[in-house]
């Protein structure tokens, strides 16, 4: 975990793995991103949706910001108040939006002010299977990915949804940036292993932070 009030004078490394694709290995503070979210999810509790098809997504998943992304009978979508607990989604934390905006300002994309933040809980055996990220407004707005607890294998592919992705392990306090050229990619998460972290026992955490409306 990099402490980056104590250490804020030192710029962190950031990786350009491809065009519109950057890695911040570490970066974030995960005890403070850890406690947040148990605190969002009493408010807004992770679930289980359904695709418009009928299937059960097997991550879980909930939202804080201002527009939260949802998904059941009735399609894919932005809803500005959580169906489950009737109320408008948690805020997203201060702290969460300026370490979202720093490092998409490093990375060329100034102004990165999220309106929305999708919160997925992975348990061992779960995976996400290839997507686009195309319900959003903006997409000259980047998706930036902060991974927390156990390791998964993030898999982006191309403007198809097979072929061979380039596999980047995230691991606890990466935070992962995908825009540009590279916003509508596919993308999957591969099946999570059973092991064991300090931070979050057998799960891993990924909050995808984006500007929805
Ligand atoms: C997503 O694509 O929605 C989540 C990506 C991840 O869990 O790393
Ligand atoms: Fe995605």
Known sequence: MMQND????ITPVMEK??????????????EYFYTQIQDIFKQAPLRHMITPGGKRINVSGTSIGKAGWYSDRKGYRYEMIDPVSQKAWPAIPQRFMEIANKAAARAG???FLPDSCFINCYEPG??????????EKDFSQPIVSVSLGVTAIFQLYGDQRGGTPMNIPLHNGDLLIFGGIARRYFHSVKKLEKENHPLTG?????LTFRKAL
């Open 202 to 206: 057998d799960r891993r955490f990924n």
């Open 109 to 111: 994309f100034e102004k």
């Open 126 to 135: 779960t995976r996400l299977t290839s997507h686009q990220d195309q319900d």
């Open 6 to 9: 104590l250490f804020s004078s």
């Open 17 to 30: 793995l491809a065009e519109g694709v950057f890695l911040f290995r570490d970066y974030v503070d995960t």
